[in-house]
C-alpha cells in the first residue's frame, strides 16, 4: 500500500509553513536578524528537499518589502546567503561535485519527461 505519511508533500508543506510564518515575523521584528539567519536555514533545507521551494523566497521579498520598505533589505541579503549555506551543506555531492553536478541534476529534469505513477488502495 501507499504511505500518505511517507510523501515528501506534508512535511515539506509544514516547513513551508513554518517559513512563512517567519517571514510575517520579520516584517514586525524591531531586530529580525536570528529570524533572518532560522528563515534562510529553513528555506535552504526546503530547497535542497524540492526544488520548487525556490518559490519562498520571491513570496518572502514581495512581502517584506511591501510591509517594510526601509531597512529590510540587509535581512534579505541574510536570508539568501543563509538559505545558499543550509542548501550546500544538507546535500554532500555538492561538496566534491559542484555547481556543474547541480546544473546537470536541473538539467535532467528539465529534459525528462517521465512520468510516475501513484498508486492507491492498493491498485497495481
Known amino acids: 500500500g501507499y504511505c500518505h505519511l511517507a510523501e515528501i508533500t506534508i512535511q515539506l508543506t509544514a516547513l513551508w509553513g513554518i517559513i512563512l510564518v517567519l517571514i510575517y515575523k520579520i516584517s514586525v521584528s524591531e531586530k529580525p536578524m536570528f529570524l533572518s539567519m532560522a528563515g ?3 528555506w535552504g533545507l526546503a530547497v535542497a528537499a524540492k526544488i520548487t521551494s525556490v518559490l519562498l523566497i520571491v513570496i518572502g ?3 517584506l518589502l511591501w510591509k517594510k520598505p526601509k531597512g529590510i533589505l540587509p535581512f534579505i541579503v541574510l536570508w539568501i546567503v543563509f538559505g ?3 542548501f550546500f551543506v544538507s546535500w ?3 561538496w566534491t561535485e559542484g555547481l556543474p553536478f547541480f546544473m546537470d541534476h536541473i538539467r535532467h529534469f528539465q529534459e525528462s519527461n517521465s512520468a510516475q505513477t501513484t ?6
Open 119 to 124: 498508486y492507491y488502495l492498493g491498485d497495481f
Open 84 to 86: 545558499l549555506i543550509s
Open 40 to 42: 534562510g536555514v529553513l
Open 61 to 63: 521579498v514581495i512581502y
Open 92 to 94: 554532500p555531492v555538492l
